[in-house]
């Protein structure tokens, strides 16, 4: 399996997302993010309050982030070219989701700012490949 090379910016958008999808990952903190994205949505003035997640949406929340945390520390321990292509193929459709619930569910515009992370993101890695 090729590995990429551990450039700093590779390293810093690998552990960015590790750390977010840790967050989401605990319950308790993934309450605290959502509160948080609720908040600054609500000060903004750019969306109403997010209403409270049912136990069922809390653990979803909590499985993807735990299916997060292990795939972001798969990426960061091998840099594997094929698992750094099939994750820029997901930030892609990770930004099309957050696009389509942002204009057609009605959901915070305050997540569109993950948008911007998820395409750098992308960049980042296919610069990091193309540097192999």
Do not use: K
Not at 97 to 107: D, N, P, S
């Amino acid at each position: 399996m090729n590995a990429v090379p551990a450039s700093p910016a590779l390293r810093a958008v690998s552990t960015f997302d590790l750390v977010v999808t840790a967050i989401l990952a605990v319950p308790g903190l993934s309450h605290g993010f959502v509160a948080l994205v609720s908040y600054l949505g609500v000060v903004t003035g750019l969306a109403a309050p997010i209403e409270p997640f049912s136990s069922f949406a809390m653990f979803l929340v909590n499985l993807a982030g735990v299916l997060g945390v292990c795939w972001n520390l798969a990426i960061l321990r091998t840099r594997a070219d094929l698992l750094i292509r099939y994750n820029i193929i997901a930030r892609w459709a990770v930004a099309a989701l957050i696009v389509y619930y942002v204009l057609a569910q009605g959901m915070s515009p305050v997540v569109l700012l993950f948008v911007i992370s998820e395409i750098g993101g992308s960049l980042v890695e296919m610069r990091a490949r193309r540097a192999r």
